[in-house]
């Protein structure tokens, strides 16, 4: 067999002594290629370049494309022989693992996100080929953390049900990476059955196999998937695959979804168990065909003398293809591993998903003008600093739950702008919540800082525009300790109980506007000492009873006065008794007072007749003696009247 190596342009022939390596579906191919150049080769000129190998043997020929990866110069002291060199060529795949990155897809589908990454590692549009025969929905959030574009590529193959392969058709220059999802719609490696044949008979006039094997793996034959969504978080969220032997069937492999969707999706379960019994059943065996390449199909042709051969007609997948030649022997074993094709082929799930420990910062974005942007859970949206492609509206991110305090009825909703600190649930970048705020130099605390350090507070501003901020501060300085409540707009306090509010000195109420007061029941207002009630002016209306008692002096000043009675007006001023005689002997004093010194003599013993009443009254001394004694009084007072110059006596 003939293997021809071709470098980089501008680099001489060279001569290949050896080749080995690996190609395997789902995975960056990998050889060793041993060169003789009669000319010295610089590492820099072919590092990191395009390289082909192309093997003809008799039952055909296949060129293998890649990129060198790794160069190695081997001394000797022969100056005259040629030099020899090792290289590493690999698929152009290989180099993803150079480049590493944290960003964020928003509704692509993964064959989308594969194709993007693979079109940013260097591969041409034309170079990329979706084959797929199945359906693969958008997916509203995807997460690249810390990873490689290689291993970032790997895992989303294999959790979608992708895998990948690398054609080459005759006259190709550039390798060309392939994306499928169905393994029993991959194309034919040859048109006829490769017989099966001893191993004595390998090199006979067509390709053939030989020493065939098939090896069985005990293997999981149940998945179930369960998982949790906050939209909906009374539905039981689970589905279960099972296959595979009895025996393998009671071993289960339980597993929390990763997203809300997968867990109640049956078909993300058959794929998960797919991949869990990708290797349950391999077969190998060794060939003389070249054009087995991994991801492609062929048949079997079984003589009756084999025993153990798999069922005539029945075809296979190749997997993998394991090379190996020198030209000192001019042997080039190939060993090539299959499944049948009725076996969907998966990747297994070996990449590590990606963790985040520990809390990370975030922006909070929103739809364009919006300060506040939440969606009907109170989830927000956010720009993680590691996010390359961020955007600064809603499609930053998925909806994030926020942490709310533990009340019934808490809501507290991050803001456009803030900054705030996010955890993962099981550190799965892709599942983050919100814990909390934090101030930055655009947005700084509400009063500066350290002059009140002693403040609490909890403030909100007006939106939009925040022309105003609702106000809860509190003062812990010694001496000065305050409560502020600070309303932008209105306030209501509401209790459906009782309310006591205590002041121990001043109070004071300052209304700008005007004020109402609403009582169902009844009011009591008591205050110790004086007071004040000043107004511009004064209306009162009393449905029942006006009643206004004074201890001491009741004293009103008026410019004018208007009073209105429908009925009886009654003041009462001292003894209700002794009023009503005060006013009988008033009215009978202004009638006789105008009859002369009769009226007057009359008027007098009136006088004297309301003394004694009022001394019997008051009962001073005892009931008629006070009596007595008043009316003695009285009529002395009444006869020095009638004399001349007795007032003054």
Not at 286 to 300: C, D, I, R, Y
Not at 590 to 610: D, E, N, P
Request: glycine share 10%.
């Amino acid at each position: 067999m003939a293997v021809a190596v071709r470098l980089a342009e501008g680099v001489p022939a060279v001569e290949c002594r050896a080749f080995s390596g690996e190609e395997r579906l789902g995975e960056p191919s990998r050889f060793e290629v041993v060169i003789a150049s009669p000319e010295p080769i610089a590492a820099a000129a072919v590092l990191g370049g395009p390289c082909s190998v192309t093997l003809d043997a008799r039952h055909g020929a296949r060129t293998l494309l890649g990129v060198v990866t790794q160069w190695t110069a081997v001394a000797t002291s022969r100056r005259d022989a040629p030099r020899e060199y090792r290289f590493a060529l690999g698929s152009r795949l290989a180099l993803l693992e150079h480049r590493r990155r944290s960003r964020i897809f928003r509704r692509l589908s993964v064959p989308a996100i594969v194709q993007k990454v693979l079109g940013e590692g260097g591969y041409g549009a034309s170079a990329v080929v979706l084959a797929l025969s199945e359906e693969h929905a958008p997916r509203d959030h995807v997460v690249q953390v810390d990873e490689t574009d290689a291993a970032f590529v790997r895992r989303m193959c294999e959790e979608e049900g992708l895998y990948f392969r690398f054609p080459c058709q005759a006259g190709d220059v550039d390798e060309a990476i392939e994306i499928a999802d169905r393994s029993a719609d991959a194309p034919p490696a040859l048109p006829d059955p490769l017989p099966l044949v001893d191993e004595a008979s390998l090199l006979g006039p067509g390709p053939a196999l030989t020493r065939y094997r098939a090896v069985r793996r005990r293997r999981p034959g149940k998945i179930t998937l369960r998982g949790y969504d906050p939209e909906r978080p009374a539905v039981s969220l689970e589905a279960s695959r099972s296959d595979g032997t009895d025996l393998e069937q009671r071993s289960e492999v339980y597993e929390i979804a990763a997203r809300p969707g997968e867990a109640g999706d049956p078909a993300r379960a058959r794929l998960r168990l797919e991949s869990l019994r990708a290797e349950a059943l391999r077969c190998s065996f060794q060939s003389t065909a070249l054009a087995l390449a991994p991801g492609l199909l062929f048949s079997v042709e079984v003589s009756a003398g084999h025993v153990g051969a798999p069922p005539p007609g029945r075809e296979h997948l190749v997997v993998a293809v394991k090379h190996s030649w020198s030209a000192s022997m001019d042997v080039h074993r190939v060993e090539v591993e299959s499944i049948p094709r009725e076996v969907p082929f998966r990747l297994a799930q070996r990449t590590a998903r990606p963790r985040i420990h520990g809390a990370q910062s975030a922006i909070v974005t929103g739809a364009p003008g919006a300060e506040i942007d939440p969606d009907d859970l109170g989830r927000v949206f956010v720009r993680f600093h590691w996010d390359l492609e961020g955007a600064g509206d809603a499609a930053s991110s998925l909806p994030i739950r926020t942490v709310q305090p533990n009340t019934p009825g808490s809501m507290i909703l991050p803001r456009v702008g803030w900054e705030v600190f996010a955890l993962f649930e099981d550190g799965d970048p892709a599942r983050p919540y919100v814990i909390g705020r934090s101030y930055n130099a655009k947005s700084p605390p509400p009063f500066p800082l350290p002059a009140n350090k002693t403040m609490t507070v909890l403030a909100t501003d007006s939106s939009p525009g925040a022309g105003g901020r609702n106000l809860i501060s509190f003062d812990d300085a010694a001496g000065r300790e305050h409560l502020a409540l600070q309303a932008a707009f209105g306030k209501t306090t509401a209790a459906r109980a009782g309310m006591v509010v205590q002041t121990v000195n001043d109070e004071r109420y300052s209304v700008a506007g005007s004020q109402s007061r609403e009582v169902a029941a009844d009011e009591a207002v008591s205050v110790e000492q004086a007071y004040l009630d000043a107004v511009g002016s004064q209306s009162g209306s009393v449905g029942g009873q006006h009643e206004v008692t004074a201890a001491g002096d009741l004293g009103v000043a008026v410019g004018s006065e208007s009073v209105l009675v429908g009925g009886a007006l009654l003041e009462q001023v001292g003894d209700p008794v002794k009023g009503a005689l005060q006013l009988a002997a008033a009215a009978a004093l202004h009638g006789v007072g105008a009859k002369g010194t009769a009226g007057m003599i009359a008027a007098s013993a009136l006088g004297i007749a309301k003394a004694a009443a009022e001394g019997a009254m008051q009962r001073e001394g005892g009931g008629w003696e006070g009596a007595a004694q008043a009316g003695t009084m009285a009529a002395a007072g009444a006869l020095l009247g009638l004399l001349p110059g007795g007032d003054a006596i």
